[in-house]
């Protein structure tokens, strides 16, 4: 299997821009999971799905956030408008399931908002 | 105060010496994670252990449930072993992982 795969793995955009970023978790996996990770607060949770369901959505940080998984194969998380705050490094992971078990992370989306 | 704390923050040693990491959490916990950051790059699991001690290579993870401990040993440290270490535990209860701040590792060749 190719692992979790983000895209895209860097992003340079302007302040106000729409950011998608996106991601495939491995097959089979049902959890997935969207981390942000910066110097001043480390690994956050964003948000997680089990079963392409929104399970816990209390990571996210404002309304400029939103994230869908349409399907068990794909899955975006969106900001619009940007913000230089937003920049950071976003990692999707998924893992078999929910709670005690492996987790997979792809090689993270570095995000840059001027 | 984070739940789970690791030590120590920045830690640099010689080629070959012993590296211990320590992780300890306040709280209850089903499982604990060691993750392994190389600069720049992705993030994978090395372990996850719930009790005693697993062993891969030359790295190894024990980890007390009753005093809240987990320690990460690398044996016969290398420089390609230089990365940022992180603990992240599954508290009782709660389905999402809670993240040490991690350890940055540097080995002197």
């Known amino acids: 299997d190719a692992g979790v795969i983000q895209s895209p793995r860097h992003e340079v955009t302007e302040m106000g821009q729409e950011v998608t970023l996106r991601c495939k978790p491995i097959s089979g996996h049902n959890s997935l999971f969207w981390y942000r990770q910066t110097m001043m607060r480390g690994l956050e949770l964003l948000i997680y799905f089990n079963n392409n369901v929104p399970i816990d959505d209390s990571g996210m940080p404002e309304d400029r956030f939103s994230a869908k998984m349409p399907n068990a194969s794909f899955s975006t998380l969106k900001i619009q408008p940007s913000e230089p705050r937003d920049s950071a490094v976003y990692f999707c992971?998924?893992?078999?399931?929910?709670?005690?078990?492996?987790?997979?992370f792809g090689e993270g989306s570095w995000l840059t908002v001027v | 105060k984070n739940e789970v704390e690791q030590s120590p923050q920045n830690l640099t040693a010689q080629e070959g010496e012993f590296i211990t990491i320590n992780c300890s959490y306040s709280?209850?916990?089903?499982?604990l994670h060691w993750l392994q950051q190389h600069p720049g790059g992705g993030i994978v699991s090395l372990f996850m252990?719930?009790?005693g001690k697993k062993k891969h290579g030359r790295l190894i993870a024990t980890i007390n449930i009753q005093e809240k401990h987990s320690s990460l040993h690398i044996t016969a440290s290398h420089p390609r072993d230089s990365a940022v270490y992180i603990c992240?535990?599954?508290?009782?209860?709660?389905?999402?992982?809670?993240f040490g701040t991690g350890t940055r590792l540097t080995i002197i060749p």
């Open positions: 992240a535990a599954y508290l009782f209860g709660n389905e999402k992982l809670t």
């Open positions: 252990l719930s009790s």
């Open positions: 709280v209850g916990i089903s499982a």
């Open positions: 992971a998924s893992s078999p399931k929910t709670g005690r078990d492996t987790i997979y």
